[in-house]
């Protein structure tokens, strides 16, 4: 049992069931008992681990590819540099040494992280000792005057997603409910679903589809203000170009579980429609969509591996090579995650990506 569960069954009982994103959005981020309101949920101790916990060289690498496009850009200053869920502020941190070298980008950045977590911020604040951070709730309190530089790295799959299932021309919500003391899947009524029309050419009854409308509307103002301001975004999750299916996930201490069993103490996550976040960025011009461990070697994480490993040794040297081969190959994390860019018009794209 967890205190969230009985929270939610009485409140189905009192107002029926709720949509699977309201059920998503109260176990994340319930005030007293959401999993990310309550507990730092990374690292081999935790339920999951992420890129920038694995090694260095994903902040390192992604930080240059930014910098390299901010430079493209005519070096706008100031400027925000903006990460969009931070997690215990690592890749930011790793983003900044690597970037120490590029002239005037440290003078000319305003660090600007979206976080909700009050345990995460702490974390934050402690890895960026030193930095003058603006912490923000929501992307839509970023700095709308100036050239933007964004990175998110496992934030989009945080994000509350509702399901709907294909019923003859119109689709059924598909919602958490209770009986018998526990939460159970039903579906609600048939209608139509103007933001799933597109969907009715490439579906079948039965067939379910994810909608998050959150991570839309933070692609619109992200893109909105790079297309008018200057600036780019890297965003890398798991997920494809188009989302089919169910892919509600709970993770637990590394293992999968079912996502109703324990509210709140399970991280979950879906996996990231990108077709729909490049739509919403209109009009910021998108990257086509590309393979993490592609993007990664077209930027040089060969050769940083190689750096690193000439000071390494024994264990450090195996964690070393076992880490760029989890980054990169594609039985790893290498093709599940994918990276995708935002830049202005005329613009190059960021280096390792193709419009
Ligand atoms: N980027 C980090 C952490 C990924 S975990 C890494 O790669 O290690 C997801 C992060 O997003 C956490 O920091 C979590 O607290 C934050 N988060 C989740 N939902 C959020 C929301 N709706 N608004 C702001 N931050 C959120």
């Avoid at 029926?16 to 998503?24: C, E, K, Q, T």
């Avoid at 067939?207 to 509307?217: T, Y």
């Avoid at 996502?259 to 990231?272: F, M, R, S």
Wanted: one cysteine or more; proline letters at 7%; a negative charge.
């Amino acid at each position: 049992m967890t205190a969230l569960r009985d929270i939610l069954i009485a409140r189905i009982a009192q107002s029926g069931p709720i949509s699977v994103a309201d059920y998503m959005a109260d176990c994340l981020l319930h005030p007293e008992h959401g999993y990310y309101t309550t507990r730092d949920p990374l690292g081999a101790a935790g339920d999951f681990i992420t890129a920038p916990e694995i090694s260095q060289m994903f902040g390192e690498l992604l930080g240059l590819c930014l910098a390299q496009c901010w430079l493209d850009q005519g070096a706008p200053a100031p400027f925000a540099l903006a990460e969009l869920g931070p997690g215990r502020g690592t890749l930011m941190a790793d983003l900044l040494r690597a970037t120490r070298a590029v002239p005037g980008f440290h003078a000319g950045l305003r660090l600007h992280l979206v976080e909700r977590s009050p345990v995460l911020r702490k974390a934050q604040q402690a890895r960026l000792a030193g930095w003058d951070i603006a912490f923000h709730d929501n992307a839509a309190a970023l700095p709308a005057d100036l050239p933007l530089v964004l990175v998110a790295n496992e934030f989009f799959d945080a994000l509350p997603v509702r399901q709907f299932q294909r019923d003859a021309d119109g689709w059924r919500e598909r919602l958490v409910g209770a009986a018998g003391g526990a939460l159970r899947f039903g579906l609600g009524p048939r209608g139509p679903q103007p933001a799933l029309a597109h969907r009715l050419e490439d579906t079948r009854d039965g067939d379910l589809v994810e909608l998050c409308p959150g991570a839309q509307a933070i692609a619109g103002e992200i893109g909105a203000q790079i297309a008018a301001r200057g600036g780019a975004a890297l965003i890398v999750d798991y997920g494809d170009w188009r989302s089919q299916g169910d892919t509600l996930q709970a993770l637990r201490g590394h293992a999968p579980q079912d996502p109703l069993a324990q509210p709140g103490a399970a991280d979950l996550t879906a996996h990231v429609d990108f077709e729909a976040l490049a739509h919403a960025a209109a009009p910021a011009v998108h990257s086509r969509l590309t393979p993490q461990g592609v993007f990664l070697e077209r930027i040089g994480i060969t050769q940083r591996a190689r750096a690193l490993a000439a000071g390494l040794a024994g264990d450090a040297l195996e964690q070393h090579i076992a880490a760029h081969r989890r980054l990169t190959h594609a039985g790893e994390m290498g093709s599940l995650f994918k990276i995708l860019s935002l830049h202005p018009t005329g613009a190059a794209p960021p280096p390792g990506l193709n419009t």
